[in-house]
């Protein structure tokens, strides 16, 4: 029987951090719902998958511990997990932490960026983030601001009229020099912005709309959009315009501006507001977020902060989900398909699994404890949607 403990997943969650270094996913933060309730997850853990054998194991951190926070925004540079904003029962954050992922002795301090030249961001969190010459560059987020700081760059969507405040979604970009510890906030020449638009980080000028050929996705928000070469880019699931999970794949082919749905993939594991990486061999790994919502009004309110959620009807979301779910965009190396045969047919192969080069055999092994896990939570999984769908009888008194 298959040990449990070593076959363990990191919790269900979402609006959490996830980055991809060497041959580990990083894991970190987010909240769960329970009985409408967020229940932000311990920021003093760190959830690590080897993408070689299929293990997960959660690591207790130190230092200058952030609180504990949902929609952070995570990003990776020379082996340094960043993770900046979000979102705890104090409101927003503008704080900016960091920790090093290559530790010789498995020990990951957080370290608080305190001393920094510059204005950083308003607080805010649901921010996206890419990395670009060893810099941070942040776009968005959703927050807060006073009357008398609204710009072009910030969509009001509600505000409290006794104090000023207006809450909402910005629009700007503001970037960090990981070296020289600088904010800054380039001069954006911006037009009005569509569906699909980049970014020129020479001029930092917005394209605008970019005509797309043919089909493309349908209208949605909480997806990812992960670049998988210099000119391809992977959508994955998210929130339909009337507010339906998502479970669609397309890659747009930046060259051509055309999209191409990828109609092999399984369609019956929706996403939204979940976290994908781009692997080592070009495989998108997308953990956590959750599979379904609920659309509910918002009446406790006060038009205050997350008080009032995200909208004062708002969605909030349920099923969050903790399996892993790998989206293949290229063939594998014919190394990699070799590995994985063997590790799916170890029973048969298992006298003559011995008799390979030591290199090649340490290979194997992981491969072959990467299938187990994989089979194991397989069982659990479908062990678990039986019970789940499993008529429960009420007797009569």
């Known amino acids: 029987m298959a040990d449990s403990q070593a076959f363990c997943v990191a919790e269900e969650r979402s609006g959490h951090c996830a980055v991809v270094d060497g041959h580990f996913l990083y894991v970190w933060g987010g909240y769960v719902s329970i009985e409408d309730n967020e229940v932000y997850l311990p920021s003093d853990e760190l959830w690590t998958y080897d993408i070689d054998s299929g293990l997960w194991k959660m690591h207790l951190m130190e230092g200058e511990l952030p609180t504990s926070m949902s929609g952070s925004c995570g990003a990776c540079i020379n082996g340094r997990l960043y993770v900046f904003g979000g979102y705890d029962d104090k409101g927003y954050s503008n704080r900016l932490y ?68 207006f809450w909402g979604w910005h629009n700007d970009v503001h970037v960090f020099d990981t ?19 980049y970014l020129n980080l020479d001029t930092w000028t917005w394209s605008g709309r970019i005509s797309v050929n043919e089909e493309s996705p349908k209208p949605r928000s909480w997806h990812t959009l992960t670049a998988i070469a210099d000119d391809k880019l992977f959508l994955f699931g998210g929130l339909s315009a009337d507010n339906v999970p998502l479970s669609d794949c397309w890659i747009h082919n930046i060259t051509t501006n055309c ?55 708002s969605l909030l979301f349920r099923g969050h989900c903790n399996d892993l779910l790998i989206f293949q965009t290229q063939p594998y190396s014919l190394l990699r398909s070799c590995l994985d045969c063997i590790g799916k047919n170890a029973i048969i192969l298992k006298s003559q699994i011995s008799l390979l080069p030591p290199k090649l055999l340490q290979q194997v092994l992981k491969k072959i404890t990467f299938w187990t896990a994989a089979n194991y939570r397989k069982e659990q999984r479908i062990l678990k949607e039986e019970m789940e769908n499993k008529p429960h009888w009420v007797s009569g008194h």
Not at 182 to 194: A, D, F, G, L, V
Not at 271 to 300: P, Q, Y
Request: hydrophobic residues 30%; contains cysteine.
């Open 179 to 197: 070296k020289t510890r600088t904010w800054s906030q380039p001069e954006i020449k911006q037009t009005r912005m569509n569906d699909l638009h």
């Open 259 to 313: 999209w191409k749905q990828l109609r092999h993939l399984p369609y019956t594991r929706p996403r939204l507001w979940h976290t994908a990486c781009l692997g080592k061999e070009n495989e998108i790994m997308v953990f956590g977020g959750s599979k379904d919502n609920l659309l509910f009004l918002d009446t406790h309110s006060g038009g205050r902060g997350r008080q009032i959620s995200e909208f004062k009807a």
């Open 98 to 165: 960091f920790v090093n992922l290559r530790t010789r002795d498995g020990t990951y301090v957080w370290e608080k960026v305190t001393k920094f030249d510059g204005q950083p961001p308003t607080p805010r969190d649901k921010l996206s983030c890419w990395v670009f010459k060893d810099r941070l560059i942040y776009f968005g987020g959703y927050g807060y601001r006073r009357h008398s700081e609204l710009q072009d760059c910030f969509d009001v969507h509600d505000a409290s009229w006794e104090e000023q405040i």
